[in-house]
């Protein structure tokens, strides 16, 4: 092996009371493809944030070429060589590609005065080895994903980068824009720029990668030669130890006509999904980042059209409008997130609570202020809220308090069946458990439940059985009971295929 | 960002009244400043403090006021409205129009209210228009506001042949109504009833709290299913009827209908909004703090005035006063997430 470009050491970061990385390490050679994998919030995004100085550590060393360096800003890390390309492209739509790649770029002359002559010359050698195959004045926005995905590549190499981050850069593209960024990264490889490929797609990373660096929750797992390992051996390293079976007591109640039953689904997002949820179920959905989950609740919740596909409701038909709709035919939806979609962060802890039954609690109107306090407190009680001030604004509170004011909200609309949007993240353990304990009672009064949650130890936990999603699709139902992580996450990245 | 730690410091109750209490703090320093640089009467006696200058103030302020009102709840929804100065020349216009050049076999009392009524309406009428494309086709509401404001003071100036609507000081309908409706107490009374019937309505109503909660987070909004585009088009209503009543008001006041009256109210109202304490990006807001602002306002212009002052220097102190106001906010917000 080649000498270390880059060996981060140490490094460990925590947003708030959350431990995003302990201790985390990645060493990448010169000239080599380093794939680092992990599921979702094991930490690989705040790892290359912090190398490449979006986010500072909180302890941690860095050493470049050999040499202790100190990454204060992505200015800093692009004078050392290294820069990133994030998910979402962080480039201008508005602005040519010309303009997209010499703005903030320290390889460039400084001056007041534009010479686009310049900048058309200074661009053309990086474009042309990126394959781009557009006119450096041409509006980045009418550039096809791929294409522009390749704009952010040359940018980087215009930057002088000798090591660059890659955030799931094929997650957008299709397989040809895939099969060319492929080709370009072995090219740079040859000429000696590292790249940091993040990424969960088995099938790519066993394609382009060198050696892999596996993460979990925020610490390096191990780092293993690509040619020497198998994606089943990185898949293990990624959930941890083998955990299999629900130590759940179910109460499910089998009945002729299901809670819920969804056939044949597909929305812009969704390919033919099908699926029943019993009373008392507790249905997990599983998938990567970008499977569907999400969009699985806002198809059923009337937030996006449905293609083609049937739902029913009880045994009866139903087109759900709108959320309101959904409301009135017994379904809750608990989002994704908390802070964009679900709380009121200037509200008061009692005022989110009761916003979505409100009307109940009215009289002309007007409402009846000491039954809202009464039903407030009643629900915030049995989701287990700490909080001695429900006049305080929801935004002094922690996650996972904030998240149980969420929950008590739709449990006041008294839901039949609970769409429950990955209730667990960014919420701190105690408040985890609190969690678990309310699904499990809200299964046993016989509701329904739909349980996404990015973590496989949870859905084990917590549910009947796992619906897998993979890009949209449905990879299989297993039984929680008698399924182990290892095969979910082999539906999930759709290994089991090949 | 807050920082959410799980033991999150509760501010103490005197804190967060301090905090609440800060606008009207602000007040209080203007109208003692107020006070002390008031000119005094040969006799001695403060000129601010006249009971005849207060209520001049209170007269002063009631027509930006009840504009402020219901500008206070579409700025809550995270919205605005440019529109409001127009609104008031096309209801000075109607009025006008109605009490001199209509009829009607109903009586005195009956030609007023309706001519009124008609105002009223017609005002409302353009408010809805201002929600509903606001809402439906999702315009954003300066750009709406901004071309309703432009339409609807060139359909003022339209409809009165550009040239005011004189009321005169007789015994007709139009007379008696202008004698009533520049009466101190009609005006003072009106603005009264007004705020606290929209303080009521923010504090104490589904609606109220609704209003709040759209501003405060649309998107979260949608996924309570809460009625969001009819809240959008309640508030410009509420807005355009507002800026009716004010306009009726004002044709009173001034004994005539003027198209080319209101200009620059709007922005009137929106700096008495903000004074008060309401955040233009929604949410955070309240009527009480708007009446504090609008009082503000005007006891800084009625000490200003008395002193004498330019009244061009009197629209810069004005502009510092804004900021100052708005920038003392800021930092309170900050301590407080």
């Known amino acids: 092996m080649k000498a270390d470009l880059l060996r981060a050491e140490g490094i460990s970061k925590h947003f708030g009371g959350v431990k995003a990385l302990r201790d985390a390490s990645l060493s990448v050679a010169t000239g080599e493809v380093h794939a680092v994998v992990g599921e979702n919030g094991a930490g690989k995004s705040t790892l290359s944030k912090i190398i490449t100085g979006a986010v500072v550590a909180d302890s941690g060393n860095i050493f470049w070429d050999g040499q202790s360096v100190s990454i204060a800003s992505p200015m800093s890390a692009q004078r050392l060589g290294i820069s990133m390309i994030f998910q979402e492209l962080d480039l201008f739509p508005n602005l040519t590609v010309a303009e997209n790649m010499v703005i903030g770029n320290l390889n460039v002359e400084r001056s007041s005065w534009v010479d686009f002559e310049k900048v058309d010359d200074f661009c053309r050698p ?120 629900s130590n759940r007591n179910s109460s499910v109640k089998q009945e002729p006509r299901p809670l819920l039953r969804v056939s044949g689904l ?56 709108s959320p309101r709709h959904a409301m009135t035919l017994g379904l809750g939806l608990l989002p994704e997130d908390r802070r964009l979609e679900g709380l009121m962060m200037q509200m008061s802890v009692r005022e989110n609570s009761t916003l979505a039954v409100l009307a109940r609690f009215s009289t002309a109107g007007f409402i009846r202020t000491r039954e809202e306090q009464t039903r407030s407190s009643q629900i915030l009680e049995s989701v287990k809220l700490k909080s001695n001030s429900p006049g305080a604004p929801v935004s002094t509170l922690s996650g996972g308090n904030q998240q149980k004011v969420l929950l008590g909200k739709w449990l ?34 016989g509701k329904g439940i739909l349980l996404v949650s990015s973590e496989l130890p949870e859905l084990l936990r917590c549910c009947d059985r796992i619906l897998v999603l993979h890009e949209g699709r449905s990879m299989g139902i297993v039984d929680a009971l008698t399924t182990t992580q290892e095969e979910i996450m082999s539906l999930a990245t759709a290994t089991a295929v090949n | 960002m807050p920082a959410i730690a799980p033991a999150s410091p509760v501010r103490s109750p005197v804190k967060r009244l301090a905090g609440k209490l800060q606008s009207v703090i602000g007040l209080a320093g203007i109208v003692i400043l107020a006070i002390l640089l008031s000119p005094t009467t040969p006799d001695g006696a403060n000129v601010f403090l006249q ?30 409205d440019l529109s409001v100065g127009s609104t008031l020349a096309l209801s000075t216009s109607v009025m006008a129009l109605c009490l001199t050049a209509w009829h009607p076999a109903v009586g005195m009392v009956g030609h007023i209210l309706l001519s009124a009524f008609a105002a009223a309406l017609v005002c409302g009428a353009i408010g809805l228009v201002n929600g509903a494309v606001i809402s439906v086709a999702g315009i954003q509401p300066f750009i709406v506001t901004l071309a309703t404001m432009i339409g609807v003071r060139g359909l003022a100036k339209w409809m009165t042949g550009n040239a005011n609507i004189d009321i005169g000081f007789g015994t007709d309908d139009a007379a008696v109504f202008a004698a009533f409706a520049r009466e101190k107490a009609t005006v003072i009374a009106t603005f009264a009833i007004l705020a606290c019937l929209f303080w009521l309505c ?136």
């Open chain 1, 412 to 445: 006041l609309t008294e839901p039949d069946i609970l769409f429950l949007d990955d209730p667990n993240r960014g919420v701190d353990v105690g408040a985890k458990w609190d969690i678990y304990a309310i699904v499990d009672s809200l299964a046993a009064e």
């Open chain 2, 51 to 80: 009971l005849g200058n207060l209520t001049d103030i209170l007269r002063q302020i009631s027509v930006i006021g009840i504009i402020a009102l219901a500008m206070t709840f579409v700025i809550l929804t995270a919205g605005i």
């Open chain 2, 202 to 337: 923010l504090s104490k109503t589904v609606f109220g709290r609704y209003v709040r909660a759209i501003g405060d987070n649309e998107q979260a909004g949608l996924y309570t299913g809460l009625p969001v585009r009819r809240i959008k088009a309640y508030v410009y209503t509420l807005c355009g009827l507002l800026a009716g009543v004010s306009g009726i008001l004002y044709t009173g006041e001034n004994h005539q209908g003027n198209p080319n009256a209101g200009v620059g109210y709007e922005l009137d109202a929106i700096a008495a909004v903000v004074v008060g304490g309401t955040s233009l990006s929604g949410g955070k807001g309240s009527i009480s703090g708007t009446i504090v602002g609008t009082l503000i306002l005007g006891v800084l212009t009625n000490m200003l005035r008395l002193k004498n002052v330019d009244s061009n220097v009197e629209m810069m102190l004005k502009a510092a006063i804004i900021v100052i106001a708005v920038a003392l906010q800021r930092t309170r917000w900050r301590r407080d997430t």
């Open chain 1, 126 to 245: 990086f474009l042309e080895s990126a394959k781009v195959r557009h006119s450096p004045r041409e509006l980045l926005g009418n550039l096809p994903i791929g294409q522009r995905q390749l704009v952010a590549v040359a940018r980087a190499l215009s930057m002088g980068s000798r090591l660059i981050f890659m955030d799931e850069p094929s997650s957008a593209l299709s397989e040809d824009g895939a099969a060319i960024l492929f080709e370009r990264i072995q090219e740079f490889k040859r000429r000696g720029v590292s790249i940091v490929y993040i990424s969960h797609k088995m099938q790519e990373i066993f394609r382009i990668s060198d050696r892999i660096t596996v993460m979990r929750d925020g610490q390096t797992v191990g780092t293993r030669t690509t040619g020497e390992t198998t994606a089943e051996e990185i898949i293990a390293m990624m959930v941890g130890r083998t955990l299999s079976g």
């Open chain 1, 266 to 321: 597909t929305t812009a997002r969704l390919r033919d999904v099908s699926f029943e949820v019993h009373r008392g179920e507790v249905l997990g959905v599983a998938g990567l980042l970008g499977a569907g989950k999400s969009e699985l609740g806002a198809a059923l919740f009337g937030l996006d059209r449905i293609h083609s596909g049937q739902v029913y409701i009880r045994g009866e038909q139903v087109q759900v409008r």
